[in-house]
C-alpha cells in the first residue's frame, strides 16, 4: 500500500520561502508510470493543483504560481519537495502531496502552513 | 474564481440519486477525457473516486459512476446513504499550459 507524508514547518514568516517534503513509503517514486503533485487547499476553500514532478525530473506548474515554485525529487529517498518563496498570507493553506496528477490515487494527510510574521 | 463550475452545493434522500455537474470549456473539459471526481470529508485528505471521466478506481463504490457530455461533466451518485454527505470536487487536464484545473467544490447534504 502507498503511503505519503508531507513534512516541514507549520508556520513561514511573509516573505520567505515555503519549504515541504513529501516521503514515500510502499512504491518506488522511480516508476515512470506515476507523476508526483502538490496540491493545497486554504481554509474552508476548494483545491488548488501547484504543480508536478516525474523522477526524471520533468515538471509542470500552475501557471499562477510558476514564478515562485520550485518542485524536486530525490530518488535516493523516494522523497520529493516543494519550495514556494515570496509567501503571503493567502499562501496559508493545507499542502497536500499525491501520487498522480489529474488522477491522484493516493494522497498524504496534508499540513497545515501558515504564513504569518 | 475557480476554472470548472459546480453547484454550491446539492441535496438527496436516502435512497435517492444525485448528479452534480462540472462545466468546463473546450479548453479543459471538452477536449481531454482526463477528468476525475474526489470525495472530501471534513478534516480528511480527497479521495479519487472517478478517472478518465467514467472509470472506477479500486475502493470506490460502484454506486458512483461518471459521464461526460460537450463541456460537462457529470458525478451520480445513487443510492445514496449519510457517509455519502461529503464535499465533491471535480478535476480536468487542461492542456499544456494551464494543465490542471479544479472545480469550486458541491457540499453534498443527505437529508
Known amino acids: 500500500q502507498v503511503q505519503l507524508q508531507e513534512s516541514g514547518p507549520g508556520l513561514v514568516m511573509p516573505s520567505q520561502t515555503l519549504s515541504l517534503t513529501c516521503t514515500v513509503s510502499g512504491g518506488s517514486i522511480s516508476s515512470a508510470t506515476y507523476s508526483w503533485s502538490w496540491i493545497r487547499q486554504p481554509a474552508g476553500k476548494g483545491l488548488e493543483w501547484i504543480g508536478r514532478i516525474y523522477a526524471s525530473g520533468s515538471t509542470n506548474y500552475n501557471p499562477s504560481l510558476k514564478s515562485r515554485v520550485t518542485i524536486s525529487v530525490d530518488t535516493s529517498k523516494n522523497q520529493f519537495s516543494l519550495k514556494l518563496s515570496s509567501v503571503t498570507a493567502a499562501d496559508t493553506a493545507v499542502y497536500y502531496c499525491?501520487?498522480?496528477?489529474?488522477?491522484?490515487?493516493?494522497w498524504g494527510q496534508g499540513t497545515l502552513v501558515t504564513v504569518s510574521s | 474564481q475557480s476554472a470548472l463550475t459546480q453547484p454550491a452545493s446539492v441535496s438527496g434522500s436516502p435512497g435517492q440519486s444525485i448528479t452534480i455537474s462540472c462545466t468546463g470549456t473546450s479548453s479543459d473539459v471538452g477536449s481531454y477525457n482526463l477528468v476525475s471526481w474526489y470525495q472530501q470529508h471534513p478534516g480528511k485528505a480527497p479521495k479519487l473516486m472517478i478517472y478518465e471521466v467514467s472509470k472506477r478506481p479500486s475502493g470506490a463504490s460502484n454506486r458512483f459512476s461518471g459521464s461526460k457530455s460537450g463541456d460537462t461533466a457529470s458525478l451520480t451518485i445513487s443510492g445514496l446513504q449519510a457517509e455519502d454527505e461529503a464535499d465533491y470536487y471535480c478535476c480536468s487536464y487542461a492542456g499544456s499550459s494551464t494543465f490542471v484545473v479544479f472545480g469550486g467544490g458541491t457540499k453534498l447534504t443527505v437529508l
Open positions: 499525491t501520487r498522480g496528477c489529474v488522477n491522484c490515487d493516493y
